[in-house]
């Protein structure tokens, strides 16, 4: 008997610590932060991935957000996100017709957004319980500074302000963010995500190139040139056209040439309502806000607590 007493004592004092065990990790964390890096692939008139054989020519971004639940399958997130994009005619596929231009842009723009997710488990759980692995897709809109630039005589020059094309453009942009992604549980306070994204805009001048060629404003570029770039504005033309065949051998423009030609030097792709874009491939970790993060992992009692627990 006295041994039988001694055993349900050892059972119920383990079943005690196990379930403090246990509910020392039972809570529920609505808010969390997240950041991620990964490689940016812009699209648009110096780019076609679908339509030519252009391998991948990627820049970078990186990512913080905030995240809160709404609903049992439903987060927001507001985030920012700093990005790199480029792209130039020398790698162009020979069918494109575009290595004659030899256009070339980069922008580093901020973004900044509101998104939407809806996700495949729920996300309305106990943090112990939360699922290893769960899939999301997202939407969203936000806002993106657009500050395309080219290098001439070894110097990055903006070229919003020049208005090239004669067709001025805003500073800021409207982008619509959507995308899918998978989260996997690396412990109680953390997910480690991967994520692939397309921003949608509305404008054709992210790589300030739009128009198919010069001809409706090539009188203006020259008179800006004037005779031998000593006009108010020479640079205009010198990053409006840059195609060998139309460069005297000093570098310059060849005014009488672009003349003769009735401004027929070839800019854009030519399609009309074809909006330039940015794709994202991002890997991050999203850590999730509670006061068991700062007193149980970040600032634990290592001499009580040897142990790390993972979920």
């Keep these: 008997m006295k041994r039988a007493l001694i055993i349900l004592t050892f059972v119920l004092l383990t079943h ?53 639940v709404l609903g049992t399958r439903i987060k927001a997130r507001v985030e920012g996100t700093y990005y790199q994009i480029s792209g130039q005619d020398p790698p162009a596929d020979p069918r494109s017709l575009r290595q004659p231009r030899n256009l070339h842009f980069r922008a580093r723009n901020w973004e900044a957004s ?106 203006d570029l020259v008179r800006d040139y004037g005779t031998n770039g000593e006009g108010p504005n020479p640079d205009r033309l010198r990053l409006a056209i840059r195609n060998p065949d139309f460069i005297r051998e000093n570098g310059e423009p060849d005014v009488d040439k672009i003349l003769r030609n009735n401004g027929r030097v070839r800019r854009g792709s030519g399609l009309t309502e074809r909006y330039d874009g940015y794709l994202g491939i991002n890997i991050g970790v999203e850590l999730y806000l509670s006061q068991d993060i700062w007193d149980n992992w970040i600032f634990r009692n290592r001499i009580y607590e040897k142990r790390f627990r993972f979920w």
């Design 16 to 68: 005690v610590a196990a379930s403090q065990s246990f509910y020392r990790y039972r809570f529920e964390t609505p808010w969390s932060v997240s950041t991620s890096i990964g490689p940016t692939q812009y699209f648009g008139e110096l780019y076609s991935l679908w339509k030519y054989s252009e391998g991948i020519q990627p820049d970078w971004n990186a990512n913080f957000a905030v995240r809160r």
């Design 114 to 219: 509101a998104i939407g997710e809806i996700y495949l488990k729920p996300v309305r759980r106990y943090n112990i319980t939360r699922d290893f692995l769960n899939f999301y897709a997202f939407a969203g809109v936000g806002v993106s500074t657009n500050d395309p630039k080219a290098q001439l005589r070894g110097d990055w020059v903006p070229l919003r302000p020049l208005q090239i094309e004669n067709n001025p453009y805003n500073k800021y942009i409207i982008v619509f963010p959507t995308g899918i992604g998978m989260k996997y549980k690396a412990n109680v306070w953390a997910d480690l995500f991967l994520e692939i994204n397309y921003r949608w805009t509305l404008t054709d001048y992210m790589d300030d190139i739009s128009a198919f060629n010069v001809s409706e404003f090539y009188h």
